[in-house]
């Protein structure tokens, strides 16, 4: 005769056990729609700032930690991140953003459309401040050779801006 000793029920039969495995997939799912997500929107919240950055063919540096960004938009008002800063606040304020860290890297923005000087002013005053790893940033082009000089004849032409008249005069 076979003695029962969980309550009169043969073993395995009857009532349910739980299950003591976690199922991952649901899991999986969602962290890939995160990531998806996030890999579409992380290029999209580097600065707020909009500025029309040169052209250029030169490979893209890699760092290891996200570099402070300061941008001179094209009225040449500077803007540390996001924030618009006055040139002579702008050591004291990287360096709280750096943490007093002079290694700290240091983008600069540009709008191609304002003058060199500004540009060269600014990269001065973050060095005057001891910072020493500062570059300029610009849009990144495709790998093929720069076009002739020469424009092709099907190629469309601006239109010369209108000159104002100018007052006739003897002199």
């Known amino acids: 005769m076979a003695a029962y000793l969980n309550g009169g029920k043969p073993a395995g039969r009857g009532r349910y056990r739980p299950l003591a495995e976690i199922n991952v997939t649901p899991l999986v799912d969602v962290m890939l729609v995160l990531l998806i997500i996030f890999m579409v929107t992380a290029p999209l919240m580097t600065s707020g700032v909009p500025v029309d950055l040169p052209k250029t063919s030169a490979q893209q540096l890699n760092s290891d930690t996200e570099p402070l960004t300061v941008s001179i938009n094209a009225e040449g008002k500077i803007f540390l991140q996001e924030q618009e800063v006055q040139v002579d606040d702008l050591v004291a304020k990287l360096q709280a953003a750096a943490q007093n860290n002079p290694d700290r890297r240091i983008f600069v923005r540009g709008d191609?459309?304002?003058?060199?000087?500004?540009?060269?002013?600014?990269?001065?005053?973050?060095?005057?401040?001891?910072?020493?790893?500062?570059?300029?940033?610009?849009?990144?082009?495709?790998?093929?050779?720069?076009?002739?000089?020469?424009?092709?004849?099907?190629?469309?032409?601006?239109?010369a801006p209108a000159a104002a008249p100018r007052p006739q005069g003897h002199g």
């Open 112 to 159: 191609k459309g304002i003058a060199y000087g500004r540009i060269m002013e600014v990269m001065g005053t973050i060095n005057q401040g001891g910072f020493t790893k500062v570059a300029l940033l610009a849009d990144q082009t495709s790998a093929t050779p720069p076009a002739k000089s020469v424009p092709p004849a099907a190629a469309p032409t601006k239109p």
